[in-house]
């Protein structure tokens, strides 16, 4: 019984260059969460997905980032001509039912490194 | 906007001893909170939560104190072991929305 898989762990890009991470949700769990580590500092909300659905993006940048979680396979958070200030860690997180109360199990992340 | 900040970005105890961890939080919608511990180069884990109609809740070594009127909870972990290093998370949700982190403290326990 996987937990959240994140891939790639790792992922090095050149300034301009497109990031894909992808992440694959707890089996039975149908909501995706994506959260976003800057280096010092805590976990910033990104957006909320259900299957084939954006429930909530206030937390993505309007520009460059966009997210989609298809009706198969795994969601996936596109970051379009990358700067360094991209740098994080990416953090995916999926429950089995609305929101927080049930619990999220997030994923291991993706570092994601801007050179 | 900080929502929920942990002011303490470490926080360093000895084995057997009791650890306190804050947190703090501005907005009153708020009515549910959780506790995540993160090892390094892992993903953060659930550790325990508290609705807002309660002011304590207990789970074998840990223990979360909410205080409404001061917006401030805290985490308890006693007695704290050497495998409770890691940084710890506060969130907290309004109306079983998104959660809303701090910034982590990192508790270093000692032998």
């Known amino acids: 019984n996987a937990g959240v898989m994140q891939n790639p762990r790792h992922l090095v890009r050149r300034r301009g260059q497109e990031a894909r991470l992808r992440c694959s949700p707890m089996?039975?769990?149908?909501?995706v969460y994506w959260y976003r580590q800057l280096p010092e500092e805590g976990l910033k909300f990104m957006v909320y997905?259900?299957?084939?659905?954006?429930?909530?993006e206030s937390g993505m940048p309007k520009e460059r980032f966009s997210a989609e979680f298809p009706k198969e396979g795994p969601s996936i958070l596109r970051i379009q001509q990358v700067v360094r200030g991209d740098s994080a860690a990416y953090f995916c997180?999926?429950?089995?039912?609305?929101?927080?109360?049930?619990?999220?199990?997030f994923g291991s992340g993706t570092r994601l490194t801007v050179v | 906007d900080q929502q929920v900040k942990q002011n303490s970005p470490s926080l360093s105890v000895q084995e057997g001893r009791i650890s306190i961890l804050n947190c703090d939080y501005t907005n009153s919608m708020f009515d549910y909170f959780l506790w995540y511990k993160k090892y390094p180069a892992e993903g953060p884990t659930f550790l325990i939560s508290i609705s807002s109609i309660k002011d304590k809740n207990e789970d074998g070594r840990f223990t979360v104190f909410l205080n409404k009127s001061a917006k401030h909870l805290s985490l308890h972990i006693v007695p704290s072991q050497p495998g409770d290093s890691a940084v710890y998370f506060c969130a907290a949700s309004s109306n079983n929305n998104d959660m809303r982190f701090g910034a982590g403290t990192r508790l270093t326990v000692k032998p």
């Open positions: 997180a999926s429950s089995h039912r609305d929101r927080v109360i049930y619990g999220y199990t």
């Open positions: 997905l259900q299957k084939e659905n954006i429930i909530d």
């Open positions: 089996k039975g769990h149908s909501h």
